[in-house]
C-alpha cells in the first residue's frame, strides 16, 4: 500500500529524536476546551510570522519610505488572498491527511510531474538566496545593536537553526516558532514613537495614493509577491501534518471523512480560525511596517533597500528605541522564517520523490530532506559570508518567486478542487471564486514583476 503522507514506512516505524526530557514521559493531562484551541493553533500562526520576514520588511518599509500611504491599499487587497490560499492548504490537509508535496505527486503525472518538479527545485534554490538575504539580516541588526560584527553573528545563527532543526523535535521546534511570533508586535510599538498622520492612513488605505507609474507598480508586485509566497503554502501543510502525526502517535492520520462528523467539524472550524488568526496578524504587521516607514522615513524622504537600513535611519527621525525595536523585530522574524524557508521547499521536494520527510524523524530516516534542508541552510550561509549584496540576493528570489507563485496557487486550485482526492471537502463556489482570482492576481503581478526587473525599474 502507498504510503500517503510521504513520511515513509521505514520513517513511521524510527523511534523519535530525544525530547531532551531523558526520562519516561509522564501521563499528561487531558487539555480543556481552551487548552484544545490553543494547542490546535499554529501552522498558520507560524507561516503568518514568517512571512513578515526580514525580506518582507523590507520590501514594506521601502513602500512606506518612497510612497508614503500610498500603498496601504495593498493590505486589505492581500488579506482576503492569504485567507483563501492558506485556508485551502489547511483543509487540504486536514481532509486527506497529506502535505502539499505528497499532494502534488499524487495528482500530477508523467509530463505535468516534469514541470512541477522544476518549479519545486526553483522554490529551492529561492528559498536558499531568501534563506541567504535573512540571515545577511540578522547579523546587521546585531551589528546596530553593537552585539558585534555582522558576518560572525550571520554565521552563529545558521549554525545554530542547523542544530536545532536536526536535533530538536518537531513540538519544541513548534513551541520555540510560537514564541519568536511576538517579536513582531515590535512594529506595533514603533507606531506609539512615530506621529502617524491617521487621516492620510485612512485615505492610503481607500486607494487615494494609487499611481500609473512603473515604479509604483513594481513596487505593488513586489508587496504581493512577498506577501503570498510558494513557501507558505508547503510550509502550513507540513506543520499541520506533523501535528497530525503527532496526534495519531506517528501513524498516518485518518483522513476526515473516516472521523466522527462531530471531531470533523470541530478541526475545520479551529484550523479555519487558525488560518484567519496568522493571516490578520501578518498583514497587521505589514500595516504596521508601511505606516511606521511612511511616517517616519517617508515624511524625511528617506530611501531605504533593507531592513537594517530602515532601522538605522529611523534612529536620528524617531530615536534610539524605535530604531532598536525595529531592528529586533526583523533580527526574530529572521530567525524564525530561515527554518521554515530551508524545511518547507525541502519537505515539499522529498514528499514529491515519495521520501521520507519530518522534523520529528532522526537524519538516517529521512536523509534525502535532511540533505536538501542541510545544503539549503549551507548554501544560504555561505552567501550571507562572502559578501553577496542581500539586494541583489532579494532580487534573484522575487523573480523566483515571481515565476513560480501563480503556477503553484494553479496547483492548489486542481488540488483541493479534485473529488477523488478531497472528497466532499474539495473547493466550493466562494474557494473556488476566490481562489482562481487569486491565482490571476499573482500570476499578473509576476508578469509585471519580471518585466519590470527586465526594464530595471
Given at each position: 500500500?502507498?504510503?500517503?503522507?510521504?513520511?515513509?514506512?521505514?520513517?513511521?516505524?524510527?523511534?523519535?529524536?530525544?525530547?531532551?526530557?531523558?526520562?519516561?514521559?509522564?501521563?499528561?493531562?487531558?487539555?480543556?476546551?481552551?487548552?484544545?484551541?490553543?494547542?490546535?493553533?499554529?501552522?498558520?500562526?507560524?507561516?503568518?510570522?514568517?512571512?513578515?520576514?526580514?525580506?518582507?520588511?523590507?520590501?514594506?518599509?521601502?513602500?512606506?519610505?518612497?510612497?508614503?500611504?500610498?500603498?496601504?491599499?495593498?493590505?486589505?487587497?492581500?488579506?482576503?488572498?492569504?485567507?483563501?490560499?492558506?485556508?485551502?492548504?489547511?483543509?487540504?490537509?486536514?481532509?486527506?491527511?497529506?502535505?502539499?508535496?505528497?499532494?502534488?505527486?499524487?495528482?500530477?503525472?508523467?509530463?505535468?510531474?516534469?514541470?512541477?518538479?522544476?518549479?519545486?527545485?526553483?522554490?529551492?534554490?529561492?528559498?536558499?538566496?531568501?534563506?541567504?538575504?535573512?540571515l545577511v539580516a540578522i547579523g546587521q541588526g546585531m551589528q546596530l545593536m553593537h552585539a558585534g560584527p555582522a558576518p560572525l553573528w550571520s554565521l552563529i545563527i545558521g549554525v545554530l537553526i542547523g542544530v536545532v532543526v536536526v536535533r530538536g523535535s518537531f513540538s519544541w521546534i513548534a513551541?520555540?516558532?510560537?514564541?519568536?511570533?511576538?517579536?513582531?508586535?515590535?512594529?506595533?510599538?514603533?507606531?506609539?514613537?512615530?506621529?502617524?498622520?491617521?487621516?492620510?492612513?485612512?485615505?492610503?488605505?481607500?486607494?487615494?495614493?494609487?499611481?500609473?507609474?512603473?515604479?509604483?507598480?513594481?513596487?505593488?508586485?513586489?508587496?504581493?509577491?512577498?506577501?503570498?509566497?510558494?513557501?507558505?503554502?508547503?510550509?502550513?501543510?507540513?506543520?499541520?501534518?506533523?501535528?497530525?502525526?503527532?496526534?495519531?502517535?506517528?501513524?498516518?492520520?485518518?483522513?476526515?471523512?473516516?472521523?466522527?462528523?462531530?471531531?470533523?467539524?470541530?478541526?475545520?472550524?479551529?484550523?479555519?480560525?487558525?488560518?484567519?488568526?496568522?493571516?490578520?496578524?501578518?498583514?497587521?504587521?505589514?500595516?504596521?511596517?508601511?505606516?511606521?516607514?511612511?511616517?517616519?522615513?517617508?515624511?524625511?524622504?528617506?530611501?531605504?533597500?533593507?531592513?537594517?537600513?530602515?532601522?538605522?535611519?529611523?534612529?536620528?527621525?524617531?530615536?534610539?528605541?524605535?530604531?532598536?525595536?525595529?531592528?529586533?523585530?526583523?533580527?526574530?522574524?529572521?530567525?524564525?522564517?530561515?527554518?521554515?524557508?530551508?524545511?518547507?521547499?525541502?519537505?515539499?521536494?522529498?514528499?514529491?520523490?515519495?521520501?521520507?520527510?519530518?522534523?520529528?524523524?532522526?537524519?538516517?530516516?529521512?536523509?534525502?530532506?535532511?540533505?536538501?534542508?542541510?545544503?539549503?541552510?549551507?548554501?544560504?550561509?555561505?552567501?550571507?559570508?562572502?559578501?553577496?549584496?542581500?539586494?541583489?540576493?532579494?532580487?534573484?528570489?522575487?523573480?523566483?518567486?515571481?515565476?513560480?507563485?501563480?503556477?503553484?496557487?494553479?496547483?492548489?486550485?486542481?488540488?483541493?478542487?479534485?473529488?477523488?482526492?478531497?472528497?466532499?471537502?474539495?473547493?466550493?463556489?466562494?474557494?473556488?471564486?476566490?481562489?482562481?482570482?487569486?491565482?490571476?492576481?499573482?500570476?499578473?503581478?509576476?508578469?509585471f514583476g519580471i518585466f519590470a526587473l527586465a526594464t530595471g525599474a
Amino acid at each position: 500500500m502507498e504510503d500517503r503522507t510521504g513520511t515513509g514506512t521505514d520513517a513511521r516505524n524510527a523511534p523519535e529524536k530525544n525530547n531532551g526530557s531523558g526520562g519516561t514521559k509522564r501521563a499528561k493531562k487531558e487539555p480543556g476546551r481552551i487548552g484544545r484551541v490553543l494547542r490546535v493553533l499554529g501552522p498558520g500562526i507560524v507561516t503568518g510570522a514568517a512571512d513578515d520576514d526580514p525580506s518582507g520588511i523590507a520590501t514594506y518599509a521601502q513602500a512606506g519610505a518612497r510612497f508614503g500611504m500610498g500603498l496601504l491599499w495593498t493590505v486589505p487587497l492581500t488579506l482576503p488572498l492569504m485567507i483563501v490560499v492558506q485556508e485551502a492548504c489547511e483543509r487540504m490537509t486536514l481532509a486527506t491527511g497529506d502535505s502539499f508535496g505528497s499532494l502534488i505527486r499524487q495528482r500530477f503525472q508523467h509530463g505535468a510531474r516534469v514541470w512541477v518538479t522544476v518549479l519545486l527545485a526553483a522554490l529551492l534554490v529561492s528559498n536558499s538566496v531568501n534563506a541567504a538575504a535573512d540571515l545577511v539580516a540578522i547579523g546587521q541588526g546585531m551589528q546596530l545593536m553593537h552585539a558585534g560584527p555582522a558576518p560572525l553573528w550571520s554565521l552563529i545563527i545558521g549554525v545554530l537553526i542547523g542544530v536545532v532543526v536536526v536535533r530538536g523535535s518537531f513540538s519544541w521546534i513548534a513551541r520555540i516558532f510560537k514564541w519568536l511570533c511576538l517579536v513582531l508586535f515590535a512594529y506595533v510599538a514603533v507606531l506609539v514613537v512615530a506621529h502617524v498622520d491617521w487621516a492620510a492612513v485612512g485615505a492610503g488605505i481607500l486607494g487615494q495614493g494609487f499611481r500609473w507609474e512603473t515604479g509604483y507598480l513594481a513596487l505593488v508586485a513586489a508587496v504581493l509577491g512577498t506577501t503570498i509566497s510558494p513557501y507558505m503554502f508547503f510550509w502550513q501543510t507540513e506543520e499541520r501534518e506533523e501535528m497530525l502525526r503527532s496526534g495519531s502517535r506517528g501513524e498516518d492520520p485518518p483522513r476526515l471523512d473516516d472521523r466522527k462528523p462531530t471531531k470533523a467539524r470541530r478541526m475545520l472550524l479551529l484550523g479555519r480560525l487558525d488560518v484567519i488568526t496568522g493571516m490578520v496578524f501578518s498583514v497587521g504587521i505589514m500595516f504596521a511596517i508601511i505606516v511606521g516607514s511612511a511616517a517616519t522615513l517617508g515624511e524625511h524622504h528617506k530611501a531605504v533597500s533593507s531592513a537594517a537600513e530602515a532601522a538605522q535611519a529611523l534612529k536620528p527621525i524617531a530615536g534610539d528605541y524605535a530604531s532598536i525595536l525595529f531592528a529586533l523585530g526583523f533580527i526574530g522574524s529572521g530567525i524564525l522564517a530561515v527554518p521554515v524557508l530551508a524545511a518547507s521547499g525541502a519537505a515539499g521536494f522529498a514528499a514529491l520523490l515519495d521520501r521520507p520527510w519530518s522534523l520529528d524523524r532522526p537524519p538516517h530516516r529521512a536523509k534525502t530532506f535532511y540533505a536538501l534542508l542541510l545544503v539549503g541552510l549551507l548554501t544560504a550561509i555561505v552567501l550571507a559570508l562572502v559578501g553577496v549584496d542581500p539586494i541583489s540576493l532579494l532580487v534573484i528570489a522575487a523573480v523566483i518567486n515571481a515565476i513560480a507563485a501563480g503556477p503553484f496557487v494553479i496547483m492548489l486550485m486542481l488540488v483541493t478542487g479534485d473529488r477523488k482526492l478531497m472528497g466532499k471537502e474539495r473547493n466550493g463556489p466562494i474557494a473556488r471564486t476566490l481562489g482562481w482570482a487569486t491565482a490571476g492576481i499573482m500570476c499578473a503581478a509576476g508578469a509585471f514583476g519580471i518585466f519590470a526587473l527586465a526594464t530595471g525599474a
